[in-house]
């Protein structure tokens, strides 16, 4: 029997187990997986029905890391039970919804590794009770938590992760200890992890990012789930995060705790796993389509038939991609569907008549394309289409969501805009010689511009579309330097910044240059909108707990006017937790009675809020397809 090729069907259950330990080891351990998840999924669920008792089945496993010490969890961080398709996953939510309306939460599966961070110690899954004292990485490690990035500074429980578009800028660059480069993301975080000495990553900008699990979260219905499952999946496998599937959890807190937990899983939580099924195929042409900074390659395919649908498309994502796989137009390759959702070319066979698939002018002005990095760059300042997409992303940073693509052309030929500012000029009255418009859609498409006009400054910097800056990046830019000082430094000072770098220290200061008079105009346009500080009373900390009629983020800003600083888990120095029931126990509840922390109902800092306005509800988009509803 091969550990590779072998038929799951002919096993025996002690055949199974062996397989499944000795690719347990090769995954967790020695980080070189021979087969896919996929595969090993079909060798998991063999057991499972041919031994569904087998301890391998109830283990929680974690990477092997260079660790400073055990850390006992104060809360198991166990496993996830797991569904394969959409009807065992409705099988799971019809056994515990209580009612057609219960709340489910739709979260990623992110393909990292798990970890805790109590506010003094990072430490890694383990077997769910004890893990890993990992605090060394700290410093290579930025947070991504409800309303708040930078570095790792308060407690959070989540998964250590290299972004996507992290792994592509900055990882071609970065040298494992032999010289070489890492394949993949969860190669680089695992490799990373085993290191003694982080101090050559530190010099080489390497960067892990800890995503806190309720940093993306969607809210559905149960009697929605299937209907909106596969959107659900698109919007999923579409974020900046390695995922290997879907977390499905009950919303209400306390009903999932009280429902308690396996020794291996909590059973008010459930993971669908992505299959990744694969097919091979021709590639008949590649189309390189326009992103505001660069143009990425599509393959066109032969159609075929890929879980359930007709691919006829698929990502190459980028012309380095194509230059690393060596493929040609007229190559045979393999196409799998990331999350099963979104087509993309795993490997490639040489065909028998073979052309290449990169270009060298721009398709839509004819400009002699440049390389930046992995990229293919249009450089001409005024090409149509680099100009359409540059202008549709500014409109987003500003906030602007009812203008779609097809819209923004047909203003673009009948109106002449060309900037973020001439479309502060538009009126009703030129939206309504637009094929498609009526008199109450132009007029609240105007209001919304109009609206946008009144910016914050980090905003107005994204959307300059600076390449790696975005909303993110351009507020930790502000924090440091306020704009008029950035837009003027050379890029040796720039680089020096916190989270720069050289390449994108370079990239701001190539468009601070080139975008000098268009950033004038801009300025001149807008309205900037300074961001309020709790400043005042200065209360103290302040966290929330349960279920409560708004979303978390309208009592958090209430209590910031009111001069509390919101956070997300209770620590001594707590000055306020604001409970849905305060008579409730849990988490939360308990921590803060252990150290005589006030607990107070929600209407009795309502109260204490005194009179902090609410914050603004933006108008609901008329055009947007607003499929999560109250997400």
Known sequence: MGTTDFDIEKLSADELADLIRYHNRRYWELHDPEISDARYDELVRALALAAPDHELLKEILSPAVESSGKVRHAEPMLSLDKAYSLEELIEWVEKFRRSPAEELL???KYDGISVNYDGRVLSTRGDGEVGENVSDKIPLIELEAPGYQGPLDRPARGELLIRADDFRLLYSNIRKKDGGVYKNPRNAVAGIMTLKDIAPMLVQHAKLTLVDYRFVSYRVRADELAGKWEELKRKLVELPYPQDGIVVKLADAAYRASLGNTAHHPRGEI??????????????DVEWSFGKNNLTPVAHLAPVELSG??????????????????????????????????PYISARKPGAQRRSALIDRCPSCGALLVRRGPELVCPAADCPETELQRLLAALRSFGVERLGEPTLRKLVKSCGIRRVADLFRITADDLLKIEGFQRKSAENLVNEIRKARRVEEYKLLASLNIPNVGPNIAKKLLEAHPLDELRNMPPEELVQLEGVGPERGAAIAREFAAQREYLDELLAAVEIVRPETSGGSGRGRICFTGKMPEKRSFYEKL????????????????????????????????????????????EEFLKLAGNAPPPPEPDAPEYKDDLFGNI
């Open 106 to 108: 739709v979260e990623p």
């Open 271 to 284: 993971a669908y796993k992505f299959t990744n099924r694969s097919c091979e195929t021709t590639l008949l």
């Open 309 to 342: 649908i007709t691919v006829k498309r698929a990502s190459l994502h980028n012309a380095q991609n194509l230059i690393d796989m060596d493929i040609q137009i007229g190559d045979t390759v393999t196409v799998e569907r990331a999350g099963d959702v979104i």
């Open 559 to 602: 209590a910031e006017q009111a001069g509390y600083e919101p956070v997300d888990a209770v620590t001594k120095d707590l000055a306020l937790l604001v409970a849905a029931d305060p008579a409730a126990s849990g988490g939360k509840l308990d921590n803060a009675r252990k150290h005589g922390i006030r607990i107070v109902a929600l």
